[in-house]
């Protein structure tokens, strides 16, 4: 019994070992799997966890269905005024359709990043080339990176992947035309700055002109009326001093002689010739109203 347990047990159990390990397969949560039939897919949608297969007929190939990255190096473009950028991108993606994947690039990793790398190029190519360096630089990198998005994912689809983001990374204009780029920028910039000065000191004059005429308005009609005031003020004076005349007229004319006289000698040195019996003297001495101790002095 030792020798048949030896002879044909062991071996029974060791070839049924043999062929329940090439029998079985798993396909974890990162992979996606593919089943073949003498070369032939027969099979591709597995779900992570333990599979089976038939040894030495069937053959199982396993694929990275983890995020990929496909980083460019930084290449040259054309935009629509003949200048050229310097544009780095990157796109990451990954398998959507192994089956796909793999009768498309034969499920080479570096085939399908060949054949986007392809496909960014020419969306690059294409859009950069209907728009100016200005227009790129100053804002519009966020339609570029959503055009080339929709555009990459219908062509990868074809290859079985899905594209999950396209992104610029930088661009940058080559040395020898970011001078001319500059100066031309610096010159816009100047007359912008040029022209919201000129439309300020248009305002500015404008205002002014405006003050100077309210100003002048004002002065007018204050004149006026300090006119109008003074002339009121005036008659109603003339109309007082008239009556105080009325009831004392000697009085008043001697009042005028003594103003007459204060304002004549004020001064001092002043000479007058005149006949004693002139006007002018009416109130000195003689006939008239006698001579007050203010006359006198």
Request: no cysteine; proline share 3%; hydrophobic share 40%.
């Amino acid at each position: 019994m030792s020798k048949i347990l030896q002879n044909v047990v062991l071996p029974l159990v060791l070839v049924v070992a043999v062929l329940a390990y090439f029998s079985m397969f798993t396909v974890s949560e990162k992979e996606l799997a593919l089943k073949f039939r003498l070369g032939e897919v027969v099979e591709s949608d597995y779900d992570p966890g333990l599979h089976f297969k038939l040894p030495f007929v069937n053959n199982v190939r396993k694929f990275d269905a983890r995020v990929q990255n496909l980083d460019e190096s930084p290449e040259r473009f054309l935009t629509s005024e003949k200048k050229n950028l310097i544009v780095d991108s990157f796109v990451k993606w990954r398998i959507a359709d192994a089956e796909r994947f793999y009768m498309t690039v034969r499920g080479d990793p570096e085939r399908a990043n060949q054949r986007l790398r392809e496909i960014i190029r020419d969306g690059l190519r294409a859009e950069f080339g209907k728009r100016m360096v200005q227009d790129i630089i100053s804002g519009e990198r966020v339609e570029i990176m959503q055009i080339l998005r929709e555009a990459t994912a219908d062509a990868a689809q074809n290859l079985g992947l899905e594209v999950l983001d396209v992104r610029l990374k930088r661009i940058d204009l080559p040395e020898d035309v970011t001078d001319s780029i500059f100066e031309r920028m610096v010159a816009d910039r100047e007359r912008v700055a040029r022209e919201i000065r000129a439309r300020g000191d248009e305002a500015g004059e404008r205002i002014r002109a405006d003050a100077d005429r309210q100003r002048t308005v004002i002065l007018a009609e204050a004149y006026r009326e300090g006119e109008s005031l003074r002339g009121e003020g005036d008659a109603e004076a003339a109309d007082i001093y008239a009556q105080s005349y009325g009831q004392e007229p000697e009085f008043f004319a001697f009042q005028r002689s003594l103003r007459s006289y204060r304002q004549a000698f004020e001064s001092g040195d002043d000479f007058f010739v005149l006949s004693p019996t002139s006007e002018f003297f009416r109130y000195f001495g003689g006939g008239g109203i006698p001579a007050t101790d203010e006359l006198q002095e």
